[in-house]
């Protein structure tokens, strides 16, 4: 790296930079790095469409796999997370086809989140809009078993002028609710949304928004499934903890030396977990009352960097922790150690999600770099490393999902993209 030079590859020497006229030089540092990554992710596409994938194991194929089943030599589960493993580095690209009641709208906006309800029978959409602002959606994936690969998309009249920032979802099935957490340059709000909001049926006869709440400076939200503190969400924001009651409106602060970046409660017990911007990871128990001078942070952890997301494992005893160095790691709670880290991802400042999925033993991350990248949950293997299909940029970071049962119990396995306009299906082979 010479200064006032560059390398050119493909010529195989250096060249100097030359202001240009008027103080403009169209040949910077940003733009050579540009071109290459373009140049790397145009390769592995072409790649991907060769179908020049191998598994990133060392003999590992189905047949052994079998063979080693047979013989007793594997377990049911060790079986099952190793064709997985399998499966994912053989996935292929399809485009799917949107499809809405009003023509107008399907297909006409960019896809900023898409998340999955618990049975994954259908995603929840957040497009931006050309005025600014925010449109709310529902997805069905049943049409992804057939050969047209087509889905039904049902847009909400609701729009918001506010950025949404997170969202939780709490099983669309059984909870038939939204959580969303919106900011702009008014205050913020927590917006309880009802799922029939956006179903097919009676289209005239939709309910409005459940309930809002007014909260300024939020980073992050989160919903409590524990029956002890039912009816409670948490919002994070700058420097404190504000969990809400829903039904009585009573509200309890908690201050915090740092902004509060990502948030999830546990289920098995009414503990709230928080990642801030300082690094610190701390849990709350929210039936304890906030009183000055008492400690009431219980488990606390330190990443080097700000934490943007974080996800318990279902036993509990385990959260997967990401932050904007682009570290991911897997710590134990009962310890407070770092017991696994997924190495590969990429972040420099943005604020993206983690994605686990624990019956089939994977790790899902989308990078700042536009990668999507998919890691072995027991060893921190990195599978695969899938390149978007458009050209990386701010505006085009992919949302994912992932599921071996896409559009419900009898669904088909595969990764959901969506970058700008489109959404993808990378289905097993």
């Known amino acids: 790296d010479l200064p006032g030079f560059y390398y050119d590859s493909e010529k195989n020497r250096y060249f100097r930079l030359l202001p240009g006229h008027n103080n403009y030089n169209p040949l910077t540092k940003e733009s050579i790095q540009y071109k290459a990554m373009e140049c790397k992710r145009l390769r592995l596409l072409e790649e991907e469409e060769k179908q020049k ?28 997370r190793l064709v997985h493993e399998l499966k994912v580095n053989c ?3 399809r485009k799917i086809e949107i499809r809405s009641p009003d023509s107008s709208v399907a297909g006409t906006n960019n896809f900023k989140i898409i998340v999955a309800d618990v049975a994954c029978e259908r995603i929840f959409t957040v497009n931006d809009v050309e005025h600014g602002g925010c449109k709310y959606g529902i997805i069905n994936l049943n049409g992804l078993g057939k050969e047209s690969l087509t889905v039904e998309m049902y847009d909400n009249l609701y729009f918001t ?11 669309l099935t059984h909870f038939s609710k939204l959580c969303l957490m919106g900011i702009a340059e008014t205050p913020g709000c927590a917006s309880l949304l009802p799922a029939s909001l956006f179903s097919s049926t009676n289209p005239g006869d939709r309910p409005g928004m459940l309930c809002s709440f ?11 499934l524990n029956p002890q503190a039912d009816n409670c969400f948490s919002t994070g924001l700058t420097r404190r903890v504000l969990v809400t009651n829903v039904v009585t409106g009573h509200r309890q602060t908690f201050g915090t030396s740092s902004d509060v970046l990502a948030q999830q409660f546990a289920t098995q017990t009414p503990v709230l977990y928080n990642g801030c911007r300082s690094g610190e990871i701390f849990s709350i128990d929210v039936r304890q009352r906030n009183r000055k001078g008492q400690s009431w942070k219980t488990v606390r952890l330190f990443h080097d960097s700000a934490v943007t997301s974080i996800r318990l494992l279902e036993a509990e005893h385990y959260l997967m922790a990401a932050d904007m160095a682009g570290k991911i790691k897997l710590w134990d709670l009962r310890t407070a150690k770092c017991v696994k880290q997924y190495k590969g991802h990429h972040n420099e400042y943005a604020v993206l999600p983690l994605h686990v999925n624990e019956e089939e033993g994977l790790l899902t991350a989308v990078g700042q770099d536009c990668y999507t990248r998919i890691w ?8 695969r490393t899938i390149p978007s299909p458009h050209p990386s940029s701010k505006d085009a970071i992919p949302s994912v999902v992932f599921s071996s049962r896409l559009g419900g119990s009898r669904g088909v396995p595969g990764l959901l993209m969506a970058v700008k306009q489109d959404l993808y299906h990378f289905s097993y082979n």
């Open 161 to 171: 002028n506010r950025k949404v920032l997170e969202k939780s979802l709490f099983s």
């Open 214 to 224: 007014k909260i300024s400076t939020a980073w992050s939200c989160a919903w409590c």
């Open 376 to 383: 072995s949950l027991q060893d921190a293997h990195l599978l």
């Open 53 to 80: 994938k191998k598994t990133t194991r060392a003999g590992l194929n189905s047949s052994m796999l079998l063979q080693k089943r047979q013989l007793g030599l594997l377990s049911s589960t060790s079986y099952c």
């Open 91 to 93: 996935m292929q690209r």
